[in-house]
């Protein structure tokens, strides 16, 4: 089940677009659409072996995964080119629903829940909940029963989630976004056991010699142990079209005779390259992206922050006004939110790139607090400076330009350059959507070494050496301001 602010949200969004997204009738266009673009984007959260994970193929990060291959297929028998968009679990069905993708496929599981807000295909693959447990704990349990006041851990939206709640009384449920952050906590034993779909538990545990699997024996209807695409509310055309390819791919058995063995020998591949090192690209394309962001994300918070403290200090009544609501509004709500809000919110109406809405989303959110650091340096300066200059001939403009600015800039520099800081840590939520910022990279070598803790030690690193050289950068520059002052 997703998270109730998740389904807001979701809720929101849906009821602002119907106009743009309207429910599609029985004679709907959808097939013939993805045909005239050419392409079938499909939604995915790589972090789920044997389903989709991704490999380092020539220092290249390559999607794969028995998902990966239905999808492919998919869009052969479509004629079309299959565009895998990537993001959060957890933000999957809001992208559905808002027009980001055309069908998700991603060990999503047919619940009623999902059905009242987007259609499903037929099960494309069935199979059982199981309990991932430490090995050394094995003979402790037997199966649900045995984790009667225990920690629980389940994926954040998933099946093994609802699951938990219903057929585990007594279980302490710990729901996390990242299966590798799971499974860490399983191997810390901060939680008991982690429930997971059977293929994805068993790929686990032949990865790990310390983890082992078992059956759950839950008890899981037809829709729940099925894995099945979510499709648009109405696309009954493309519905039938992806039916008609899943009939073919479960009359040939290639799931079990193609599908399974390859992404087995994918993670066999995996396993016998585990070293960070060989991921080292991974990390390169992760700070590149947390570097460029915060970059573009500075200039956007600086200048629109600037203008907005001048607003806020001029005489347009209106206009303070509006400018004090855009600061009260982006200070009082979650930068994770805003994010969200402009990738799926703006891309019912325009198709903007997860890269320009998450650098657009931070730069709009540092504004707000760069635009309270100016107005607090600006009034920082006595009045009387101002009047000195006046009585001596300077203009009002030439007077903020030569006297005001220059002393109230050598104040805020500290604070300015806080702010700066922990923009490049801020950046991090932006891996919500899918942008391969270094904590998105994270994720995809934990899920690719099934390593938790040295993954997060080499980003941390790699943090601490941006924020420090920013640091020291920004120390020299104020050092200079205060000498020139």
Known sequence: MKSPLI??????LCLGGLAAHPVQA???????????????????????????????????????????????????????????????????????????????LSGFSPTPERKA????????????????????????YQDRHSFSGKKVGAVLGSTAATLVKQQMPGADLTTM?????????????????IVKDSASAIAYAQSDS??????????????????????????????????KTIAK?????????????????????????KSMWHYWPYFAKGVLYTVGISLVAVVIGTLLGALIAFVRLGHLAWLRALATAYVTFVRGTP?????????????MFYDISA???????????????????????????????????????????????????????????????????????ETSIVSIIGVADLIYQLRVVQADTYSGVLPITIAMVLYFILTFGLSRLLHHFEKRLHHAA
């Open 249 to 273: 791919v479960q009359k040939q058995d290639l799931f079990n005779k193609v599908y399974l063995k390859d992404a087995g020998k994918a993670i066999a591949q995996t396993n016998a390259t």
């Open 26 to 104: 029985a004679g709907d266009d959808s097939l013939a659409q993805i045909k005239a673009k050419g392409t079938l984007v499909m939604g995915n959260s790589p972090n789920y072996p044997p389903y989709e994970f991704t490999v380092n193929e020539n220092g290249k990060e390559k999607i794969v995964g028995m998902d990966i291959a239905l999808g492919k297929q998919i869009a052969a028998d479509l004629g079309v080119r299959l565009v895998i968009k990537k993001m959060s679990f957890d933000s999957l069905l809001v992208a559905l629903e808002t027009g980001k993708v055309d069908m998700i």
């Open 335 to 347: 930068l994770m939110v805003q994010v969200m809000f402009i990738y799926f919110g703006i891309g």
């Open 7 to 12: 389904w807001l949200f979701a809720w929101l």
């Open 355 to 425: 890269v320009v809405a998450g650098t657009l989303a931070v730069g709009l959110n540092s504004a707000a607090y760069v635009s309270e650091v100016f107005r607090g340096g600006i009034d920082s300066i006595a009045k009387g400076q101002s009047e000195a200059a006046r009585s001596l001939g300077l203009s009002q403009k030439d007077t903020m330009r030569y006297v005001v600015l220059p002393q109230a800039l050598a104040n805020i520099w500290p604070a300015l350059g806080n702010e700066f800081i922990s923009l490049i840590k």
């Open 210 to 243: 310390s983890l082992a699997a078992m059956d759950g024996k839950f008890e899981v209807s037809a829709d729940e142990a099925g894995n099945a695409i979510a499709l648009p509310k109405g696309a009954t055309s493309l519905t039938a079209a992806v039916n």
């Open 117 to 140: 807000h987007v259609d499903f295909s037929a099960n494309y693959y069935v199979s059982k909940q199981y309990l991932i447990v430490n090995k050394a704990d094995k003979g402790y």
């Open 177 to 193: 976004e990242n299966a590798a952050d799971l499974v860490l906590a399983l191997k810390a034993h901060k939680i008991d056991t």
